[in-house]
């Protein structure tokens, strides 16, 4: 039986494509943001401060996007599931080390370093292996595939604190390693960015009545090209405001007189909000316009920061908690999907790698200063206000490219 004519009978492969991202994306970033649940057994372990701890998670943060520079372009010649595959081992071994500490310098490495290179490789083939596969489902197809991270954070929270009160936080990092392999590894090997491969085309199609081949503008026309730089620039400020609660959320709700326990249960409401965003935001925004729903998702991020810096009950963090996580999840989602319909499918995990360097910075400096201002003043009024601000200049940015349109910012077919 030919590929085609087995095409015709099975499942269409982009969805087990979505299936394998959304996997990846759940272990590693939800393993990954649990963060926040081992900030007191780290506090108490090694007597450190809110800043230095911040520290570690934002080195981590900082990776993620910056080895994704060159791990969207290794995915784009060397086969996006081998890269994949080495993320999820360096993921893994970071974890190990991490559980193995006995000086906060060994959690730098183990966290900061192995964490931050291990989701870097993974993060973005994952997500740029969905994008051939669809051209008018798209937002919804890397929407779905990206509320990986929104579930895994809803799960991979409560999990870590689970095992941190069965064995500690020594034992906790050893169960989020065996998690990582065990998941990772299944769902890399099902990674596949070539549909012409298995004789299919974008959006399930086959035969002769396709839509036409991904295209793909060069690295070196996209570096020279007006709405990657406004992209760049505006994912780059609005990420020094999204790190900070997946760090300070559980203390600030500590600070308020909230138990522990309630804490980390409303945070895992970041990951059902991210969740759902992700997936509704992003099938609501093939209709409406994608450039314009990044707008609208930064200036939501800016009310609901607002309400975080008055929220001091467990009902109002939990709105916080819920809206911040599909606003959050409802830009992410959108960004890589506004990237190929500017610039083309083809080899776009090279130009989401490019994007995602605009992190680095934001991720770096976010959480850690936020971490420093509570050590010196006691408070997380300045850092919230900051997050208004940094959303609102974002949406600036962001609105500006909808208004340019893409009529000017569509690759020719190469």
Known sequence: MSPRASAKSSVFYGWIVVAGSFTILFVTFGTAYSFTTFIEPLQAEFAATRGSLSLV?????????TVGAFGGPLADRL???????????????????AGAAEQLW?????????????????YTPAVGAVQPWFIRRRGMATGLAVSGI?????????????????????????????????????????LDATPHMRGLHADGVVGDDRPP?????????????????LLYAANG????????????FVPFAQDAGIDRAVAVSLFGLVGLGSALGRFLIGGLADRIGRARALTAMCLGLALVYGWWLTSTAPWQLAIFAGLFGALYGGFVALLPSVAADVFGAGKISGVIGLLYTSVAPGFLLGPTLAGVAFDLRQSYTLPIVGCV???LIAAGFTLILHRQGHADTRPTPQ
């Open 57 to 65: 998670f934002a080195i981590g943060g900082a990776l993620y996007f």
């Open 79 to 97: 086969g996006h599931r081998w890269v994949v595959l080495s993320g999820i081992a360096i993921l893994a071994a970071g974890y190990l080390v």
């Open 106 to 122: 060994q959690v730098y490495l183990g966290y900061g370093l192995g964490v931050g290179v291990g989701i870097g490789l993974a």
């Open 150 to 190: 929104g579930i895994g954070t809803l799960c991979a929270a409560p999990f870590a604190a689970l095992l941190i009160h069965w064995g500690g936080w020594r034992f906790a990092y050893g169960g989020l390693a065996a998690v990582v392999l065990l998941f990772g590894i299944i769902a890399a090997l099902v």
């Open 213 to 229: 081949l991904a295209t793909s503008t060069p690295l070196r026309t996209v570096l020279r090209n007006r709405a990657f730089w």
């Open 237 to 248: 400020i609005l990420s020094i405001g999204l790190l900070i609660p997946f760090v300070h």
């Open 389 to 391: 601000l940094v959303s």
